[in-house]
């Protein structure tokens, strides 16, 4: 009987010791400083018309950053939940000045504009402000004792559909960094 409850014993321990635990999701809670760069290839557009080309349009592709406090206050599941924004955005073209001058750099600004958002254990989706939202890949750093995330780094593929005007739309690249205050 002992020898029995010693191999039971010892094939509980070994399957516990396998046993490997879920990860679990970092919260994103409290407010951070959050910087997003956003660099958009260039396009070339030719037009033909029977093999013939008729027309060559270029289409600068945008830079943007962006510098923003964003308070994210998670709901009861720790992995979404609504969020603040306040900031600053600046918007200028890659390889030329626009011939409109004023056209050259924009800066927005900012203020207490709601989002919502939700993280798994490698991504955030971030709603924005025109109603669209980005999904970033990430990685977290720097997690506390209370599971609260202090550091993230993240990236994105995106279109630039602000420079869409019937063509091919430009291609993207976003970067994510946040730190908690």
Do not use: W
Request: proline share 3%; with cysteine.
């Amino acid at each position: 009987m002992n020898i029995i409850i010693s191999l039971l014993t010892l094939c509980a321990a070994l399957f516990l010791d396998n046993v490997v635990a879920a990860p679990i999701i970092p919260k994103i809670s409290g407010g951070y400083v959050v910087t997003i760069t956003k660099i958009c290839q260039s396009n070339i557009e030719i037009l033909k018309q029977n093999s013939v080309i008729q027309n060559v349009q270029q289409k600068s592709g945008d830079i943007s950053s962006s510098l923003f406090q964003i308070v994210f206050t998670p709901n009861k599941t720790n992995y979404a939940g609504a969020a603040v924004v306040s900031g600053y955005n600046d918007v200028g073209h890659e390889l030329y000045q626009a011939a409109d001058p004023t056209d050259v750099l924009k800066e927005k600004s900012y203020t207490n504009v709601p989002i919502n958002y939700n993280n798994t254990l490698s991504t955030l989706y971030m709603s924005v402000f025109n109603g669209g939202g980005q999904t970033f890949n990430i990685f977290y750093a720097n997690i506390d004792a209370n599971n609260i995330v202090h550091n993230i780094e993240g990236i994105a593929a995106s279109k630039d559909l602000n420079n869409y005007n019937g063509g091919n739309p430009n291609y993207c690249t976003n970067r994510l960094s946040a730190i908690r205050q």
